[in-house]
């Protein structure tokens, strides 16, 4: 186990923040946790959906595979992230897959205990809403990139939402750590490595951003929503 508690991650994901302590308690007894390594699976498609995870550490792609054997990514879950939520509304199976990016801490809840928390505290099912709502937007605005967008505009608006959820603001530049393989950003903007690299080493090259395999720094977010607009 990690060296910060159960309960102390579990305070910090946005959709238990506001729970008393005792109720934070009865939930943590609920809640099974797992370290599990990198490329590590946490589940597979046409398994039965029972339970809905919490990522406390690390990171977790949702992929699928096609006909012919290759993977695309769906998201990438970064800490303090629910995944496999679609299990508390009545989806019998998993339609796509869950594997570990790199040494990861899950937590997972039996949907079925999950339904009797939230019956007794129904403003847990308004938060959980929400929050598929907002995944639900966010493949929107997805699929409209791909729909409207050039190649460059799809990867700058990759990033700015990217930075938007997972940035922090020192001074004048925004921080990203860890950043993303270039392979993942072009199969979650359908672009090849190649054209990822090539646009990333442009705006390092402009001063826009600067990027190493551990972080990504944004100097001049104007200038990279420039290329969306």
């Known amino acids: 186990m990690a060296d910060k508690s159960k309960l102390w991650y579990l305070e910090n ?25 990198g490329d590590e699976p946490v589940y597979f498609a046409e398994e ?19 006909a012919d054997g290759s993977e695309k990514i769906i998201a990438i879950i970064n800490p303090g992230e629910i995944f496999g939520e679609m299990a508390y509304f ?10 570990t990016l790199e040494p990861s801490l899950i937590c997972a809840i039996n949907k079925n205990d999950l ?24 493949f929107t605005e997805r699929i409209g990139d791909l729909i409207f967008k050039d190649a460059d505009q799809r990867i700058a608006s990759f990033i700015l939402r ?53 972080k990504l720094i944004v100097n001049k977010i104007y200038e990279l929503k420039k290329v969306v607009s």
């Open 48 to 66: 039965p959906s029972k339970n809905i995870y919490f990522l406390k550490t690390g990171r977790v792609k949702i992929t699928k595979y096609l």
């Open 162 to 214: 990217y930075v938007e959820k997972n940035g922090k603001k020192i001074g004048d530049q925004i921080f990203i750590k860890p950043f993303l393989k270039h392979q993942h950003i072009g199969e979650l903007t359908a672009c090849s490595r190649q054209t990822v690299n090539y646009f990333l080493t442009g705006l390092r090259e402009k001063g826009i951003i600067d990027f190493d395999r551990n």
């Open 13 to 37: 994901f946005n959709l238990f923040s506001e729970l008393s302590k005792d109720k934070m308690m009865e939930l943590n007894r609920m809640i099974s946790d797992k370290e599990t390594q």
């Open 90 to 99: 009545d989806e019998a199976q998993r339609t796509d897959f869950a594997i």
């Open 115 to 138: 339904a009797s928390f939230i019956e007794k505290n129904p403003a847990l099912n308004i938060r959980l809403t929400k929050i598929l709502g907002f995944k639900i937007k966010s």
